[in-house]
């Protein structure tokens, strides 16, 4: 969040220079190509920022992610809001995890006879 809040002040910040240092504004091309730039190049670094890790984490982390995503849900007592269990959920993923140890423990048997 500093780095988006930087970010847009430093947009906000050049804008406001310009507007109060250029008289005539509104004929001078550069001023304004500069001012939209800058606006639309803070607005989409911003985007980007909020969505990369949610993103990341759902491509690379999905479990552990997940578990954090529920488990910070229910803390705030959002499970109840929007009306769905996490605690099922989290058991089926418990069950997933325990038969993938499982097998993995049964091929390294194996593979040692």
Same mark, same amino acid.
């Given at each position: 969040?500093?780095?988006?809040?930087?970010?847009?002040?430093?947009?906000?910040t050049?804008?406001?220079?310009?507007h109060?240092?250029?008289?005539n504004?509104?004929v001078?091309r550069?001023?304004?190509?500069t001012?939209?730039?800058?606006?639309l190049?803070?607005?989409q670094l911003?985007?980007?920022?909020?969505?990369? $890790?949610?993103? &990341?984490?759902?491509m690379?982390?999905?479990t552990?992610? *997940?578990? @954090?995503?529920?488990e910070?849900?229910r =803390?705030?007592?959002?499970?109840?809001?929007?009306?769905?269990d $996490?605690?099922? &959920?989290?058991q089926?993923?418990?069950q997933q995890e325990? *038969?993938? @140890?499982?097998?993995?423990?049964?091929? =390294?048997?194996?593979?040692?006879v």
């Amino acid at each position: 969040m500093l780095v988006i809040c930087t970010i847009i002040t430093t947009a906000l910040t050049y804008q406001t220079v310009i507007h109060h240092v250029v008289r005539n504004y509104l004929v001078i091309r550069w001023a304004r190509v500069t001012s939209t730039m800058m606006e639309l190049t803070a607005c989409q670094l911003s985007l980007m920022i909020l969505l990369f $890790t949610p993103c &990341f984490n759902c491509m690379f982390n999905r479990t552990r992610y *997940q578990k @954090q995503w529920y488990e910070k849900m229910r =803390s705030d007592g959002m499970t109840a809001r929007y009306g769905f269990d $996490t605690e099922t &959920f989290s058991q089926q993923l418990r069950q997933q995890e325990h *038969q993938q @140890q499982l097998s993995s423990t049964l091929v =390294s048997n194996t593979s040692s006879v």
